[in-house]
């Protein structure tokens, strides 16, 4: 259906910034922004039947934004239905201005055959918003023998992941970029040294060593962020870091980008907000592989995403049971569930601090993922995919369980006050989330 | 006078005031010891729930006698913990002490912070008896009374503790306890059981035993888990014993008044020698003797019974 976004400020850093225009949607494509659309005017181009079927939205100077992309999500269907299926999951990142997720292979079968990917793209043809699944670089991701990436390209895959594990063998590490690059694949690699982990679950610091917490060094990312880097270089093969949570770490991608290796990184928005000093309590909550870091770390992620070291802020939503987060922090699980929450959280607690502003947000948060994943160019311009969310940075609201659309109630933001929600969420042109009277509904 | 939080987890935010009250009421209980009638009705009609997660029999023993000489009724639990249990079970079976109707429950788990859940969850008082490596803060209290009762005061002395720093919540909660109490604290073992950042806790560290023991007054020997060189902590056994074992000839290297004490329980031979440990100077025996005069205070103060039965003033 047709529709008319009125007095919606755009906020677009690679188009229309900050700008009050009206949008017209017609299928799933903008076909005008003006700085001003009548209803009178249209008469003059469109039939009657476009005009009837019209739904006008009042945006009172809301802010528009490109959909976003959230290139780290854990949808745990096939195989863990009980922490989050792909439709709920999908419900999360509508709720949550996204409108393209890619979800990692870690499912039950692993996503290493053409059979998984289906069944996933499947079941995401019935969610609300579009899902890129993300295969595995290993079969069964053991860390052995390469999955079948030539089928996975096949399939649409456009990325490969063991995420939740490290490729621990090098030479296997090796092969799969070399066999990768043929393909046109991106590999990305969950950093990780297995051994300097040990036992570890949080940050080793002050609070590890207080706590009395087994620490997981940052030197355990470091030191695979360091060979993939030189594997990269041997096998010219792009690599894109998950989840980035180390000042060492940032320095090293910023030396190999200066080097001209085809280096991206993600960090999470967990990791720009939280340090390890969160885990004091031990609320299992904020048990999340790479743990919390230090405020060191924390300065110079945030100095790497607003440098373009960083290229881009993924959510790693982790979604997990009730269960699964009850009791001793050092039998938790790993993760926090971040679609539904992630936007406000980065408005709230960097933007409207003047941490990041907007344009560094948005760049990290739509461009720069739809550029690594080889996406179509997403943006607000006449043409262009009608993508959008539609946020109120004013909104006043709480994180509770119950208004996150996830299963996954699993996040140690839990019981703080925002400022900031989205309103409106529209993928291809339709409305799959509306919140504009506080219903907070999703809309198949 | 009582605790004046619901539950005792540790030292970390317990002040130097609470300390000295909490210590000054362990001094009357263990008066009670020199009576022929080691008990008092202090905490008549309370119940105490020893749930012990991890094996333990000393500090288990030392709680259930601390509430016997009070007259609570006291009952123990042991569950054995697999890595693999969740703690929804951790969190039913204190649920269910709780519905027995416990007034205190004194925890001992594996997991650090997994005491302070139960605190947070449960009405009744919560006593930690240790939590991992985190806390140990009874253990802690038995250690700061035994060196008061034998040197007089806590401020201004040099205390070492010799060993496994990293796994030790005796040594975490010895540390918070002595620096509110204004003692210099000292840890001394290879660089690879002293965590990341100890000095920030307020302490000196050392990996040099000899230059760790100039002028110090108490020595505070932990126990070397022999699993820890298994795990490649350190070479070996004969290499620790070498450069942080207690033997006679190291013992001269210090004065005659300086104390030795260990938590327990020991390995003759290697952190420490029979003739240290069984010497003059070790009050190894005490510290025993006053973990049950401590616990007696915390429960008394926890349970809140009526001062009048214990006839202590």
Known sequence: ??????????????????????????????????????????????????????????????????????????????????????????????????????????????????????????????????????????????????????????????????????????????????????????????????????????????????????????????????????????????????????????????????????????TTPHHLILTDKAVVGYDPNTRVNPPLRSSEDREALRQGIKEGIIDAVATDHAPHTFEDKLGEFDQAANGISGLDTSLSLLYDRLVDENILNWSELLEAMVYKPAEILKLQEPGIREGKTADLAVFDPDKKWKIESKALKSKGKNTPFLGEKLKGKVKMTLVDGKLVYDNRGGQNEIIY | MSIKRKDFLGLYNTDREEIVSILNTAESMKEIFTRTVKKVPTLRGKTIVNLFFEPSTRTKSSFSLAAKRLSADVMSVSKKMSSVQKGESLLDTAKTMEAMGADVVVVRHGSPGAVEFLAEQLSARVLNAGDGAHAHPTQALLDLYTIKENLGQIEGLKILIVGDITHSRVARSNIWGLNHLGAEVRVVGPNTLLPVEIEKMGVEKYTDLDQALSDVDVINILRIQLERQKSGLFPSINEYIKFYGFHEERLMQVDDEVLIMHPGPMNRGIEIDSEVADGKQSVITEQVTNGVAVRMALLYLLAGGNPEDAEIT
């Open chain 1, 1 to 266: 259906m047709p529709k008319l976004l009125k007095k919606g400020i755009i906020l677009d850093p690679r188009a229309y910034f900050q700008e009050e225009k009206d949008i017209l949607i017609n299928e799933e494509k903008i076909i005008k922004i003006a700085d001003s659309i009548e209803v009178n005017e249209l008469r003059e181009k469109y039939d009657s039947s476009f005009l009837d079927k019209l739904e006008i939205f009042e945006l009172e100077k809301n802010f528009v934004l490109p959909g976003l992309i959230d290139l780290h999500t854990h949808l745990r269907e096939p195989g863990y239905e009980e922490k989050e299926t792909i439709r709920t999951g999908c419900e999360a990142a509508a709720a949550g201005g996204f409108t393209q997720i890619a979800c990692m292979a870690n499912t039950k079968p692993v996503a290493d055959n053409p059979a998984t990917i289906e069944f996933i793209k499947s079941q995401s043809r019935k969610a609300a918003v579009k899902v890129w699944p993300v295969g595995s670089i290993t079969k069964d991701m053991q860390g052995e023998n390469l999955a079948e990436i030539g089928f996975l390209s096949k399939a649409g895959v456009k990325a490969i992941s063991d995420d939740g594990k490290t490729v621990m063998d090098s030479d296997i590490m090796r092969r799969a970029m070399e066999y990768a690059a043929g393909f046109n694949m991106l590999v990305i690699d969950h950093c990780e040294d297995l051994n300097l982990v040990g036992e570890g679950v949080m940050n080793e610091g002050y609070y590890s060593t207080i706590l009395g917490l087994k620490p997981i060094p940052a030197a355990a990312e470091e030191v695979i962020i360091a060979r993939n880097i030189i594997l990269s270089e041997l096998t010219d093969c792009p690599i894109h870091i998950a989840h980035l949570s180390t000042a060492r770490g940032v320095e090293m991608v910023a030396e190999a980008k200066e080097k001209g290796i085809s280096i991206t990184a993600e």
